[in-house]
């Protein structure tokens, strides 16, 4: 009896399906009824159709005998997967190219992205769907790219099949199509800087990949040629910068999520044109065939400038006496060098001397549209041309030359925007020595200030003459932040505001380095002793999120109020800093002119150099002996960047015949792992000594529990879309059902963008009308496709392009956390300790000695924003201390106007005491030292943004925005 259930549910299912077949196509339900009976069995439901567990490439078996014979390759296949150890998976990774639609299906090809515009190829293919519930009459477009995700496994051999060599990350493609693995596709869109014109919005999709065969080669001996996977790649108005994660649907090989290497960046390129045949060239200089070893001998490192997550595009010059920028729009996956086509032209004067003349681009700086460089004292820009952010005719036909009449010596970068634009920093010598010019970039047109109005900043200070070394910007607060040198060598911390014109001086920085020995830290109070060393200070850093600002020189002083300062005593006085980067995450990264790599984390006191190091020395061993082609013992440092919470090296390798520019990620964690002493002690146990090795991280594990639901404190937007079922045993797409597929992912995207969000809507769902008439024809087309009744031999599954609202968590903190006016939200830390945090348990004083070994503090950046409490929980029986947290804002900063404009950022940091540069957490890639992360935003009248669980601590930054209306169509 139990074998014949599934029998009736299924005849009864028919009858339904009759009844809306009519009268005249009732006959044909016997047959309906057993190939619906199959496929029931198998399946238990048309629900796992749309999410298929068990069946990877036809929702229909056409006969029962053919499920043995199924069951037998799947168990084939799987036990051919246990020859691949789990090692060799943990080292494969992804790889997604961009391909436009006539180059779908070709192995090899990659395009550039050129096209910003939505383009009509695919109304012709939706006006012949007359088996599927999409409206003939109704205008589909598409996007003009796909994305081709595959992956390769390092180390991997070619082995023989009947059709030649094949690589053996192929095989196991073909193993994982066969055994179900579909990879699954996450895009975030990063919102426009200027939230004026674009409303900031947290919008995200999620895509099934299409398994598609290549149409290169000949492969006629077997039924398979190479596999790749294919989704569209949609565009989106107001964003120009778009992170991809990619990731298995957990069936088949499992390709591992990795922390650092498992997200792409596929970013518009708004500095490609077509030629007259066609083909996509640059508009900022001509491209280069090859790197040169020269390009690298005699240059050293520079730092990469840009603007924080809104940048596509990045450039980097130093070149020595060359014209020539590197240009990257995926992070330096891929780049081209680039000859600039720029004039040269300079005449020196009285008031700007010849100090000498070379080709060498210096200062280059990318932001969300536009590309700074300066030559000599020349500053030259040029704008992209980006028709989801402005016009097409704001972008520049060649470079433009500006402050044609001043001596420029140095450009500073500003890494936050404010205000809806973006800015940087031009610092002048000669005539105008003492002044500053602002460039204010909004929506690609460019504009220069000069401050002060009317006086110079070296009438303010003492001494006849001066000169600014270096300036930071604080748009949130229209502060300018100046180094400045008098004629004494005195130098001086000073602050202009642009709206009150006053200036102030806000630190007189000691002449000479503190004695500091045995010390990490030192507070400067003016009675200190000092060394015979000059401090040489050489530049500042800012950051916006939890108001601490750096002077680094051969010294780093740390200051939270811009007038007291703390001197980080680790840093030796014989090194001087050339260039920082932050990651506005709690990590910072020095790199000194003998092209040292120190390593600090905010909140702390102790700066690490981990290159060269011991751990450096025992990790470059080990690569050399895993024989990775990304390291060598002949290379030079190009540059440092972070990306997304990861310091990444670009390195150029001299091996003889195999010179090139690399990009690897750095493992700080690692390195300063292997770096940390192991303190041990001997014991005896009767006649037998034991070695027992003392704990270094003052807890055992780490975890935050009780976190918000991420998807609702990030006010994210999720949509998913899969692709259409095919008929095709193989389960292969075509053109045809890739065409389609592009089609409803732009369809579904337009709905979002056109929806106004009205509250009154019953549903708030903007893809619900899609398919409101449709609906009820649902199990009617169902029938047509698993019966292979319909002409076009695909299934649009309606409930497979909807609105998502609850994603799992993966119990980890959001990246951002929108906290309204008056809100709060709290976690739980839960500290595993060692088992003698405990051993006074039985004294009356336990409390107090698990208070001194295990304890937690909370520093707010801005106190009178937020407030915060801490309560702590002590199970003894678990060796567990939980401590619950919890934020509050407090209602009295609220200085936005609209909601999403202007937004309060700011910060909270948790520290675990002892924690610092001693705890560090495994993954599959790395030991990082950062154990957990959040961020944090508040919606409304008051937002802020909160992040970072580190080795020292829980680390909250408050970046915010709000989370918008957007009206405005998608492109």
């Known amino acids: 009896m139990e074998t014949r259930a599934p029998h009736r549910r299924a005849s009864r299912k028919v ?280 390009h690298f001998r005699l240059s050293k490192s520079r730092p990469l400038w840009y603007t924080m997550d809104h940048t596509p595009v990045f450039i980097l010059g130093g070149f020595d006496n060359e014209k020539a920028i590197l240009l990257s729009d995926s992070n330096f996956h891929d780049f081209v060098l680039l000859e600039l086509s720029i004039d040269s032209c300079w005449v020196g004067s009285y008031y700007c001397p010849i100090l000498g003349f070379s080709a060498t681009i210096h200062d280059a700086i990318a932001t969300e549209s536009t590309l700074f460089i300066r030559q000599n004292q020349l500053v030259y820009y040029f704008t992209g041309t980006y028709t989801t952010l402005f016009d097409k005719s704001r972008g520049s036909r060649g470079w433009v030359r500006v402050l044609s009449s001043e001596c420029i010596k140095k450009l500073c970068p500003v890494f936050v925007g404010g205000n809806g634009s973006e800015y940087i920093l031009a610092l002048t010598t000669g005539k105008n020595e003492g002044y500053i010019h602002i460039g204010t970039i909004t929506d690609g047109l460019v504009s220069f200030q000069m401050v002060p109005d009317g006086w110079s900043i070296c009438e303010k200070l003492p001494g006849l003459n001066c000169t600014i070394e270096w300036a930071v910007y604080i748009a949130d607060e229209r502060n300018l932040l100046l180094l400045v040198k008098t004629d004494s060598v005195q130098f001086y911390l000073v602050n202009f505001n642009l709206e009150l014109k006053t200036l102030h001086i806000l630190y007189k920085i000691p002449e000479f380095i503190p004695e500091a020995q045995n010390l990490d830290f030192l507070v400067l109070l003016g009675t200190e002793t000092y060394t015979d060393t000059p401090m040489i200070p050489q530049g500042l850093y800012f950051n916006t999120l939890n108001n601490v600002l750096y002077i680094w020189g051969n010294f780093i002083l740390q200051s939270y109020n811009r007038e007291h300062f703390i001197f980080l005593a680790d840093f030796p006085k014989e090194s001087t800093i050339k260039y920082m980067l932050n990651s506005y995450k709690g990590h910072i990264t020095f790199v000194t002119e003998d092209e040292e790599i120190w390593y600090f984390l905010e909140g702390g006191y102790d700066v690490y150099r981990i290159v060269p190091s011991q751990g450096w020395n025992t990790y470059f061993n080990l690569q050399k002996l895993e024989k990775s082609p990304l390291y060598s013992n002949d290379e030079t440092l190009v540059s440092l960047f972070y990306e997304k919470n990861h310091l990444y090296e670009l390195v150029y390798l001299f091996d003889n015949g195999k010179e090139r520019l690399v990009r690897r990620f750095l493992p700080v964690g690692k390195l300063m792992e292997y770096d940390l002493p192991k303190p041990f002690k001997i014991g005896s146990q009767r006649e037998n000594k034991i070695i027992s090795f003392e704990y270094i991280c003052p807890f055992k594990e780490i975890h935050l529990l009780d976190v918000p639901q991420k998807q609702h404190v990030e006010r994210k937007e999720s949509y998913l879309a899969l692709p259409p079922l095919v008929s095709e045993s193989s389960g292969f797409h075509n053109n045809y059902t890739l065409a389609v597929y592009q089609g409803l992912v732009y369809y579904l995207l337009w709905l979002h963008a056109k929806y106004n969000k009205p509250y009154a809507d019953p549903v708030h769902d903007p893809t619900w009308r899609w398919w409101q008439h449709k609906i009820v024809y649902k199990d009617y087309y169902f029938y047509l496709f698993s019966n292979r009744l319909t002409a076009e031999g695909m299934y649009i599954n309606m409930n497979a392009y909807q609105k998502l609202y609850n994603l799992s968590s993966d119990y980890s903190m959001a990246d951002f956390v929108f906290l309204d006016k008056g809100n709060w939200f709290s976690i739980t830390a839960a500290l595993l300790s060692h088992q003698d945090t405990f051993t006074s348990a039985d004294s009356p004083g336990a409390g107090l000695e698990v208070d001194r070994k295990l304890a937690v503090s909370v520093i707010l950046a801005d106190p009178e924003c937020l407030s915060s409490s801490v309560t702590q929980e002590i199970h003894l029986n678990r060796n567990l201390l939980l401590f619950k947290i919890k934020i509050t804002d407090k209602r009295k900063c609220s200085e936005q106007g609209i909601t999403g404009r202007n937004l309060k950022k700011t910060s909270m940091l948790i520290k675990v005491l002892g924690a610092s540069g001693k705890c560090f957490q495994a993954t599959t890639l790395d030991t990082i030292i950062r154990v957990l992360d959040f961020l944090g935003f508040p919606d409304d009248e008051n937002i802020h943004r909160l992040s970072t669980w580190q080795a020292s601590g829980l680390r909250c930054l408050l970046h915010s925005y709000a989370f918008p209306e957007d009206k405005q169509a998608l492109s």
Request: hydrophobic residues 40%; contains cysteine.
């Open 15 to 294: 009858e339904v399906q009759a009844a809306i077949l009519g009268a005249g196509q009732r006959g044909r339900t016997g047959a309906a009824k057993q190939r619906l009976t199959g496929f029931n069995q198998v399946t238990g439901s048309s629900y796992m159709v749309f999410w298929p567990a068990m069946s990877p490439v036809s929702p229909v078996w056409p006969r029962k005998p053919n499920l043995c014979a199924f069951w037998v390759l799947r168990l084939v296949l799987l036990l051919s997967l246990k020859s691949r150890t789990e090692g060799t998976l943990q080292n494969c990774h992804w790889l997604v190219v961009l391909n436009k639609f006539e180059n779908v299906g070709f192995h090899l090809s990659k395009d550039r992205f050129l096209e910003h515009q939505p383009v009509d190829t695919v109304s012709e293919v939706f006006s012949k769907l007359v088996d599927s519930p999409v409206d003939p009459q109704e205008k589909y477009l598409s996007f003009p790219y796909y994305l081709q995700i595959n992956f390769t496994c390092p180390g991997e051999v070619r082995v023989y099949s009947v059709s030649g060599l094949i690589s053996d990350s192929e095989v196991l493609a073909r193993k994982g199509h066969l055994l179900g693995m579909k990879p699954m596709i996450q895009i975030d869109y990063i919102h426009s800087v200027n939230f004026y014109r674009w409303k900031p919005e947290n919008l995200q999709i999620l895509l099934e990949a299409a398994p598609m065969l290549s149409r290169a080669g000949d492969c006629h001996a077997e039924a398979m040629c190479i596999l790749n996977w294919y989704t569209p790649m949609p565009l989106k108005n107001g964003s120009v910068v778009a992170s991809v994660e990619v990731y298995t649907n957990g069936i088949g090989p499992f390709i591992p999520r990795k922390r650092c290497c498992f997200w792409f960046f596929v970013n518009m390129n708004g500095f490609l044109r077509k030629d007259a045949s066609g083909a996509p060239v640059f508009t900022v200089g001509y491209e280069s065939l090859s790197l040169k070893p020269s």
